[in-house]
């Protein structure tokens, strides 16, 4: 017998975009890839030859459960050195992956029919982390014509007595939005706990990032090394928690993980003391990506109201072709060899809305826009978008 939440749980369907993708790619064709959310660069040398160093050490056995002391201390300092906030190692774990660290993370707040308020578009996964551990997601829509900021006044709007938490995302995905200092503040005030997903810092074209430490210790910071260091394979990321929180993770990460890999850890340090000329030169390249991505999507037909500002990704308003964003996705899959996300993957408000995301090559994002337009060109509009427009 399956269980309930194994059988309720919603598929990713940016992955299943991906996966239908290899199997035509299997069969010969050739896609072009912009649905992941994965950087196309390999990962910098100075991070290779780190964990090389760290494997000829013998360094392949179990560390401390918090995560080994010497990356807990870099972790601290890169906080101190970006945010100008004081981290004690101590209030550090350190997990293969942040998936695994946001499951730990829910699992330990939430009972049974607790709540946390999220934005709508979101990450896609979010509500099923949520609802897997028993909590209720609470969505609160927010708007292309708002750069789909978050409104503090709306998520106020939205707390009830079963809320545990505000989880929020800057830069965002779907939607590349950095999230402002002034709505930082005002949502960190509003009394519940914080969760801020800050895996996309360091990847910010105007403007800066800021980490929701630097306006309340009453909060969680869950972050890696997958996006901004071209890491995802290794499966390396942490949380910053507040002090009374640390030992009920670290107890139930003894128990159902163990530790992070030694030499992969190692390489986590290297990430954070010497890749920094690496991801300035890999920021620069995305953002030339985005600058010519965007007005691009603007010629085929799509809306940009507000032009993303960090991550990778533009999420670009279909309504124009489509009501069905996960049909228009397969849609284009299958005539043009483009890979896209389905709006509707990241909540309802992303309906009518694809995901493209520009962590591909220039010359590879120019050849999906020919056959995007191409594919435009020669497809009918539907009768039901008709009657909306």
């Known amino acids: 017998m399956i269980a309930k939440r194994a059988q309720e749980i919603s598929p990713f369907l940016a992955m299943e975009v991906l996966e239908r993708a290899g199997e035509l790619e299997r069969k010969g064709e050739h896609v072009v890839h ?28 179990y560390t401390h459960s918090l995560g080994a002391i010497p990356l807990r201390e870099a972790i601290a300092e890169h906080y101190q050195r970006t945010y100008g906030v004081e981290v004690s190692p101590e209030r ?14 829910f699992a330990m707040l939430l009972e049974a029919g607790d709540e946390v308020v999220c934005s709508n578009p979101r990450y896609a996964c979010y509500p099923n982390f949520i609802r897997f551990c028993g909590g209720h997601p609470i969505d609160v829509p927010v708007q292309e014509e708002d750069a789909f900021q978050l409104r503090p006044e709306a998520v106020r709007g939205r707390i009830g007595p079963r809320t545990k938490a505000i989880l929020i995302n ?8 950095l999230l402002s200092a002034e709505r930082m503040s005002a949502l960190a005030a509003l009394g519940p706990l914080v969760v801020s997903d800050e895996i996309y810092h ?25 996006k901004a260091f071209a890491m995802t394979g290794w499966r390396l990321g942490y949380l910053i928690v507040p002090p009374d929180m640390i030992r009920p993770l670290q107890k139930m990460h003894q128990n ?15 990430a954070l003391r010497e890749a920094g000329p690496d991801v300035t030169r890999m920021r620069a390249i995305y953002d030339e990506r985005r600058r010519f991505l965007i007005p691009a999507l603007r010629r085929l037909g799509f809306g940009i109201a507000t032009e993303p500002t960090g991550a990778f990704y533009v999420l670009a308003n279909a309504t124009r072709f489509t009501a069905d964003s996960l049909a228009f996705a397969f849609e284009i899959l299958e005539q043009a060899k483009v890979g896209v996300a389905p709006g509707i993957d990241f909540g309802g408000n992303g309906e009518g809305y694809i995901r493209i995301s520009y962590a591909n090559s220039l010359e590879n994002i120019q050849e999906a826009l020919r056959r995007l337009e191409t594919f ?5 509009t539907p009768a039901s978008v008709k009657r909306q427009n």
């Open 34 to 61: 912009l649905e992941v959310g994965e950087p196309d660069f390999a990962t910098p040398a100075c991070i290779q030859e780190a964990a090389l160093r760290a494997l000829r050490e013998g360094r392949t056995h």
């Open 92 to 105: 550090i774990l350190v997990t293969s992956g942040t998936s695994p660290a946001m499951w730990l993370l």
């Open 170 to 177: 800057s830069p965002a995905n779907p939607t590349g939005t």
């Open 202 to 226: 360091g990847l910010v074209y105007e403007g800066r990032e800021r980490s929701i430490l630097e306006f309340t210790d009453r909060a969680v910071v869950l972050n890696g090394f997958s």
């Open 256 to 270: 159902f993980f163990i530790s992070a890999n030694d030499f992969v850890q190692a390489a986590g340090i290297a």
């Open 376 to 380: 435009l060109d020669r497809r009918p």
